[in-house]
């Protein structure tokens, strides 16, 4: 009986299968390694979700978003250095705002709009401040 065909054939199948065998440890590498990499993300997020939470005490709470408009952060940022009520020209001259009617009115209903937020108080008509 004639076996060489046989051999041959069991070696192209063993062959084949430490071929397959190859490439399946080459992937389970990887997947070790991208299984490492997102373990190290998740510890990081973990982090920074403790560091997060331990913070929130500190920061000021009640404070709504400010209106999308530039202006809204640069008024509260004269607000803080004023010592005392402005007026919307005392605003606009701050601001670098030449003080027109137009600017005036708009930086009014600016100063009105922080008021209904509650950021702003208005003790007198025309005059605001910072709200304590």
Known sequence: MNLRPLLD?????????????DDLRTQI?????RLREAETHLEHLAITRKTVTSLTDRLPTGL?????????PRI??????ATGPLTARDICD???????PKNIEGTRAKLKRLVRLDILTE???????RKQ
């Not at 590498?29 to 390694?33: G, S």
């Not at 701050?94 to 027109?100: M, Q, S, V």
């Not at 003790?123 to 401040?129: E, K, L, S, V």
């Open 9 to 21: 054939a069991l070696s192209i199948q063993e062959n084949a299968a430490e071929a397959l065998a």
């Open 29 to 33: 590498d990887e997947l070790q390694a």
């Open 64 to 72: 709504p978003d400010l209106p999308e408009h530039p202006d809204y």
């Open 76 to 81: 509260l940022a004269v607000f803080n250095d």
């Open 94 to 100: 701050a601001l670098g705002h030449e003080p027109l």
């Open 123 to 129: 003790a007198t008509a025309g005059i605001f401040a």
